[in-house]
C-alpha cells in the first residue's frame, strides 16, 4: 500500500464538531477500502489567501493515510461531490513524518513566550517630551552643509 498526506480546506460556517465528523467519514471510507489512517490533525480555522466560494476563511485538516491508490480516489470522489469541502489535496510520500506537522509545531512557537519579554510600544517623536532627547533644539546646531536653506518670502503681504 502507498503512503498519503492529505489536507483539506472545509467552510468557514462549520463547527469543530462537524469538522471532525467529516474526517471520520472519511476515515471510514479509506479503512472501508482497505487503508489505515495515521495522524490526524486539525489545523483550525485560518484565512484564505483569495475567496473560495465565497468564503474568506476555511478549516484546515491533515490526514496521514496508508491505502491503495482505488480508496484515496473514494475518499476525493466523495469530497468532489460534498459541498462542505471547498479543496483537498492529496501527495504521495515515501514516509510519514514523526511527531507535529509544521503547521502545528508553528502554532506552538507562537504559544510560547518571547524571550525579550514585553517590548515597550514605540511612540513616534514622543509627543510628551518635546523634542528627541538626542538632538539639541535647531537653531543651535546652525545651518545645513551643503543644502538647501530657508529664506523667508518678500512676496507675501
Known sequence: MALYEHVFLARQDMSAQQIDALVEQYKGVIEANGGKVGRVENWGLKSLTYRIKKNRKAHYALMDIDAPAAAV?????????????????????????????????????????????????RSFGDRDRGPRSDRGPREDRGPREGGFERRPREDRA
Open 73 to 121: 480516489h473514494e475518499m476525493e470522489r466523495q469530497m468532489r461531490i460534498n459541498e462542505d469541502v471547498l479543496r483537498y489535496m492529496t501527495i504521495a510520500v515515501e514516509k510519514h513524518e514523526e511527531g507535529p506537522s509544521a503547521m502545528m509545531q508553528k502554532r506552538d512557537r507562537d504559544d510560547r513566550p518571547r524571550r525579550d519579554g514585553d517590548r515597550p510600544e
